[in-house]
């Protein structure tokens, strides 16, 4: 009868280990399951910011070759329909562009984003009034359209520069998507 106490007892301690072993084994998988997903979410949310912080610059800089060549064209008194509207059109694309940001944060990106699309509306406006006072003739009111440009291109380049820095920030950062809850 001992041994039978003793097979069952036996049993029993190994029935319990290896439903311990199992346990342990299930928590391990699911712990790396759930690391492997939040390492993909955070990969995939990298991407997806690099890839919106990208499309800002591209179309920053599709803005600023057109309203060089605005500038160019006043400089040499041509028509600037054409290139009035193509600078609306590459307005337009970097302000949906900087939109794209909100969407994959942080929120100081959303932020530089912002700012950038503000200055650049201002600096589309002080080349109109360039170009209007370049061809009005007016002197003293030239003198103060060339002196807002200046500004408005300055500040133009400090907000890129500001949004470039964000997006740095962003994308270098550690901790690009929060843990998940526990």
């Not at 900087?98 to 944060?105: A, M, R, V, Y």
């Not at 890129?160 to 820095?165: D, M, N, P």
Request: with cysteine.
């Amino acid at each position: 009868m001992a041994g039978l106490v003793g097979a069952v007892l036996g049993g029993y301690i190994a029935k319990q280990g290896a439903v311990a072993g199992a346990r342990a084994t299930a928590e391990a998988t699911a712990r790396q399951v759930e690391l492997q997903g939040r390492n993909e979410l955070a990969h995939w949310i990298r991407q997806e910011r690099r890839a919106a912080y990208g499309e800002v610059v591209r179309a920053y800089s599709v803005l600023a070759n057109q309203l060089a060549a605005y500038r160019v064209a006043v400089g040499r008194g041509t028509a600037l329909d054409d290139l009035s509207d193509q600078v609306d059109d590459a307005r337009n694309a970097l302000v949906i562009a900087c939109s794209s940001t909100h969407l994959f944060g942080p929120e100081a990106v959303w932020d530089a984003a912002y700012a950038l699309r503000s200055t650049a509306q201002q600096g589309v406006l002080a080349h109109r009034a360039f170009a209007h006072h370049s061809q009005a003739g007016s002197r003293s009111g030239l003198e103060d359209a060339r002196r807002d440009l200046s500004g408005a291109r300055v500040a133009m380049r400090e907000s890129l520069i500001s949004f470039s820095e964000r997006c740095r920030q962003a994308l270098l950062s550690e901790h690009a998507v929060p843990a998940p809850p526990r």
